[in-house]
């Protein structure tokens, strides 16, 4: 080797460890910004596979804790709530043939989820009743409130977490991580936080549901999208649609990315072949036993006794009851009319969202539901355009949480037929953003804390009367506190922390969390007026849904800035 090539080498300089506002600078010193980082402080510099044990087995704790309360529906007839559903559609899809899923007593918690929640519900019905089968005897077993039942429901939801939604997390925050340099320490303390998301936690192990499953298949799309694995991240989502259809919110922003990489920078044809034939393969795997189950019942003489036609089927040209194609078309189009049901109405119960809202002051029933679809479409499209169009022409990977977090709020807020377990959808691509660039500074946090916490909060009418004001009144405030935010911390809105926080947003941020504070306790100790028995309930409606607003307004500012739409600020934004 000649000299010249020995000294034109030059070593490696090593990067120095940057905190992402997990550490604070006082006295010379460093030290954690937030109580949640001085927990995991022993674990700087360890990798997060070494920390990941002891992170799992303790919020697999708090899950079980939660679960050690009562659930939606317990000792609550006639029609108790969404566990006995759950029970109830395990018990269904093991005990009838296929083409009854989507017919069988509809007015006994009839199924209404997609295909991928039948066959779960088939795999733990048939677990379950090998260990006791009256658990699921057909009919029998309505309203069963046993106690060894209610153990193994409350496992099933917590290993299907465990198969799904964790990994998932994991994975996602490990590739956001290498993208946006984030150390692994940082990547624990962002973990921690989100798997120990106190709505989350409410829900799924308390109130009872397996959300968490829904969730996990969107955020491995958006993982498999970071990756640069699209058709992938198509799979994944097809199934998160097939698992519950709610995860349309966050349909357009995958589309928009999706389609933005095939345009952007330039035409690629073949890429977008390849994603709308994985697409259409893994609908036709989704649906495939449904329709082959039906097409097999049909030649067997199975008939569905008492099922009156589709309402989708009447738009169709007239059919051959006795054709081959007609058993599968027949039960098509029955499970679409199940899984999006407009005809219960804009909103079934009080939500924080702006119908809601308006209702209030404004009664929207006294219009034509057609109208009020078409209002509420039309509301939701203008919500949804900007983070789309910003996919649509800059499909940047590091883009993708806000964009999808902007959607979803969109939804939310706009939408038709939103439930107030729906704040769950927003909150996770939210929350995932602790987990990128700054994502534990405080002018992130703060955002991500106050959504949250005003998220769970607006549970609280659902979580009262499921029996859970304990767990709710112990997630929260911890989870709050080990995050530095109020109402018993204040740490993140304190100068000393890193970023900078605008005035505005600190009065805007202490007076709502004085509302919620103040709130709780007028709910507790002040009866409502006569003639108003759900005055409190209302007032929360209010207050989350100005709340939630502004979260969206925040998401989409944000996701302008760090697209560079914003003269200036982009390059500001680098620099610091």
Known sequence: MSSSARTSHKPRKRRGITYNGSVVEANGQRKPAFPLAAFLWPAKGLSLWFVLPSVLLTVALFRWATGLWTYSGYQAPPMHGDFEAQRHWMELTIHLPISQWYFYDLQWWGLDYPPLTAYHSWLLGKVG?????????????????DSLLKVYMRGTVLLSEYFIYIPAVVVFLRRISRLESVSSWESSIALVAI?????????????????????????ASLSSMIAGRLRWACVFFVAALGFKQMALFYAPAIFAYLLGSCISPKINLSRFISIALVTVLSFGLLFAPLLLGAIYDARRGITIKGA????????LPPLNPKAWYFAPIFQLTQSIHRIFPFARGLFEDKVANVWCALHTFHKLHIYPQVLVQRAALAATTTAILPPLLILLHRPRKDLLPLATATTAWGFFLCAYQVHEKNILLPLLPMTMLLGGKGGLAAPVRTWVGFANVLGAWTLFPLLRRDGLAVPYAVLLPL???????????????????????????????LDVYSVMVAWHVLEALVPPPEGKPDLWVVVNVLVGAGGFGLCYLWCLGRLLVQGGYVAGVEEKRKEE
């Open 479 to 509: 989870w709050a506190w080990l995050l530095g935010l109020p109402p018993f911390s204040l740490s993140a809105y304190r100068k000393s922390e890193r970023g900078h926080i605008g005035l505005l947003t600190k009065v805007v941020h």
């Open 308 to 315: 009156t036609n589709p309402p989708l089927l009447s738009v």
């Open 195 to 219: 798997l120990m998301q106190p709505s989350t936690l409410l829900i799924d192990h308390g109130h009872f549901q397996y959300n968490t499953v829904m969730l996990g298949f969107s955020l």
């Open 129 to 145: 009743s090998l260990i006791e089968p009256s658990w699921f005897a057909l009919d029998a077993s309505r309203g069963l409130d």
